[in-house]
């Protein structure tokens, strides 16, 4: 009975090992996710690091020591995603495409509608060709 609950406590340690290595793994993730890291330049590469091109020196970005109550806190608000901006701008570009495209097909083409068509196809097409550029980069998250 005593080997049973040796067995068990080990188990449970190391599993409360692991979810706490977990853990520390995603809370530096995630500040240095939201900017909230130093940079430690070396002179030698080592596993994990990046080239800085100006420096040329290798560095690694290390994160802020934070308490476990203030990454919480930190936690509540959202991380600010550059390429949420960008999709937005496409789609945004890909609309403005089109509608410009088919006051341009008006303006332009009063008597030839093949030319009218031409324009208004096209415009369309280009538009949606931002809209699809969009699609991709927010599936890319």
Do not use: H
Not at 56 to 62: D, V
């Amino acid at each position: 009975m005593n080997d049973v609950k040796k067995q068990i406590e080990a188990y449970l340690s190391k599993q409360e090992k692991a979810k706490q290595a977990q853990y520390e793994l995603t809370k530096r993730e995630d500040l240095i996710e939201r900017g909230l890291y130093e940079i430690k330049f070396s002179a030698e590469y080592f596993e994990g690091c990046e080239y800085d091109k100006k420096s040329k020196q290798y560095f690694i970005k290390e994160p802020l020591e934070v308490s476990d109550e203030d990454y919480e806190r930190i936690k509540q608000y959202p991380v600010r995603d550059k390429k949420s901006n960008l999709e937005y701008i496409l789609k945004i570009i890909g609309v403005l495409i089109i509608i410009s495209g088919f006051v341009y097909g008006i303006v332009t083409s009063t008597s030839d509608a093949f030319i009218l068509i031409l324009i208004w196809v096209s415009s369309i097409a280009l538009g949606f060709l931002y809209f699809a550029l969009a699609q991709i980069l927010s599936e890319k998250k």
